[in-house]
């Protein structure tokens, strides 16, 4: 069974920097897939950027330039370093694996809260 455990959030101005990772019990190396999405209360969870095994980050267009997503094989971790925070930021961040290309089955963390606010 596959478990991811974020940390990294809390409170922080605007204009401030975070770091999140994701920590996962097997090898990140073997996921086609991991992302970090974004939730509000009452609004759809968002992706805010990930990545394939070909390791070609993407981001959402709300956050190029700010955040970058980065990975540890050795350490089996996934982090996202979010600058010039902005409150529109504030959510909970979801660490997400998918395994496989041709699967159905992703995996979820718990969340970690980012909160933006002076």
């Known amino acids: 069974q596959v478990q991811l455990v974020e940390s990294g959030g809390g409170l922080v101005q605007p204009g401030g920097s975070l770091r999140l990772s994701c920590q996962a019990s097997?090898?990140?190396?073997?996921?086609?897939?991991m992302n970090w999405y974004r939730q509000v209360p009452g609004k759809k969870r968002e992706l805010v950027a990930g990545?394939?095994?070909?390791?070609?980050?993407n981001y959402a267009d709300s956050v190029k330039g700010r955040f970058t997503i980065s990975r540890d094989n050795a350490k089996n971790t996934v982090s996202l370093q979010m600058d010039s925070l902005k409150p529109e930021d504030t959510g909970v961040y979801y660490c997400?694996?998918?395994?496989?290309?041709?699967?159905?089955?992703?995996?979820w963390g718990q969340g970690t809260q980012v909160t933006v606010s002076s």
């Open positions: 997400n694996a998918i395994p496989t290309i041709g699967g159905t089955i992703a995996y």
């Open positions: 097997g090898s990140i190396f073997s996921f086609y897939a």
């Open positions: 990545f394939t095994s070909g390791f070609r980050p």
